[in-house]
């Protein structure tokens, strides 16, 4: 292992431990990108799927939420159990809340408690 390799290995290792700290609670989109390894691309696309999801309800045409499940799954290469992180980092940073709220009754997963409470 070279120097370079050592020195990215212990970068990812003490990333690994930071992350471990962060309460996803009170900072949801960073630990969001840390579990993900995201960089501002992906949050950026991440957010261009939710704004054009945001802009149909505000015109309120009908939303096929399989296909908003599709898009953030093909975008992110991710499955169903990362798509529900996703929609409940936004929920908890209030963002996109409208598409949340919508994702989280097409879905009914336990997981969406908060979401469907209300």
């Not at 579990?35 to 009908?62: C, G, M, P, Q, V």
Request: some cysteine; proline content about 1%.
């Amino acid at each position: 292992m070279t120097n370079i390799e050592k020195e990215m290995s212990k970068i990812k290792y003490q990333l690994r431990m930071i992350m471990e700290t962060i309460d996803f609670d009170r900072y949801p989109i960073q630990y969001l990108i840390l579990e993900l390894d995201w960089d501002d691309s992906d949050l950026t696309k991440a957010n261009d799927i939710f704004e054009e999801y945001s802009n149909k309800l505000e015109k309120n045409e009908d939303v096929d939420w399989i296909e908003f499940e599709l898009k953030l799954r093909q975008q992110f290469n991710i499955g169903y159990q990362t798509v529900k992180l996703i929609i409940l980092a936004f929920y908890r940073n209030s963002q996109w809340v409208s598409v949340c709220e919508g994702y989280a009754n097409h879905s009914q997963a336990s997981e969406f408690w908060q979401i469907l409470e209300k």
